[in-house]
């Protein structure tokens, strides 16, 4: 796991503030029920959305981005076995990678991102208003639960997040375009 970045980490453009930025993580289970185009515009309410990617992640970029839910801790409270559901729901399935821009990027979407099990979400968030999983469906049938999407959980992460998914040679990507204010 990587340190949290500080101002001085640099483009070839200049100085990478990564409080203003996030990384999103559209997951298959949007894709397959074609809200991809919604689900971004919703994004794009809260901050500028750039480098849009469809990709077939790997394994490695899946356990990296999780390596929090990696632990056999984790696959033991959960009851299931949490690396073979990652692989399920990533490895040869279509996800979108975005970046996000804006005053406290991390934090503003993830506001507005709703709980991680949607039936208990805000309606008017993203996985309340978009969702059709809940945790209790997804654990009788031993799975991990479908909630649409995922950004970075905070600021610490953002750097960590788009090494991921971009690779460092794209850090010329971290330009931004145009802000929007906080709402």
């Known amino acids: 796991m990587t340190t949290p970045a500080t101002p001085r980490d640099t483009t070839p453009f200049g100085v990478v503030d990564w409080a203003q930025w996030?990384?999103?993580?559209?997951?298959?289970?949007?894709?397959?029920?074609?809200?991809?185009?919604?689900?971004?515009?919703?994004?794009?309410?809260?901050?500028?959305?750039?480098?849009v990617r469809s990709l077939i992640p790997t394994e490695a970029q899946v356990f990296a981005?999780?390596?929090?839910?990696?632990?056999?801790?984790?696959?033991?409270?959960?009851?299931?076995?949490?690396?073979?559901?990652?692989?399920?729901?990533?490895?040869?399935?279509q996800v979108i990678v975005a970046l996000g821009h804006g005053h406290q990027a991390?934090?503003?979407?993830?506001?507005?991102?709703?709980?991680?099990?949607?039936?208990?979400?805000?309606?008017?968030?993203?996985?309340?208003?978009?969702?059709?999983?809940?945790?209790?469906?997804?654990?009788a049938a031993g799975r991990l639960i479908d909630n649409l999407i995922h950004t970075s959980d905070h600021t610490g992460v953002v750097e960590r997040d788009f090494t991921i998914w971009y690779g460092a040679a794209n850090r010329y990507l971290l330009i931004p375009t145009t802000d929007r204010s906080p709402q």
């Open 22 to 51: 996030t990384v999103i993580l559209l997951k298959p289970d949007c894709l397959r029920r074609g809200l991809a185009d919604a689900v971004l515009q919703r994004v794009g309410r809260v901050v500028t959305v750039s480098a």
């Open 65 to 93: 981005h999780y390596d929090d839910m990696l632990p056999p801790e984790v696959s033991r409270t959960l009851g299931l076995d949490v690396p073979a559901e990652l692989r399920r729901i990533f490895v040869d399935n």
């Open 106 to 139: 991390a934090d503003r979407l993830r506001a507005v991102l709703g709980g991680t099990d949607p039936s208990l979400a805000d309606p008017d968030s993203i996985r309340g208003h978009f969702g059709a999983d809940n945790l209790a469906t997804a654990r």
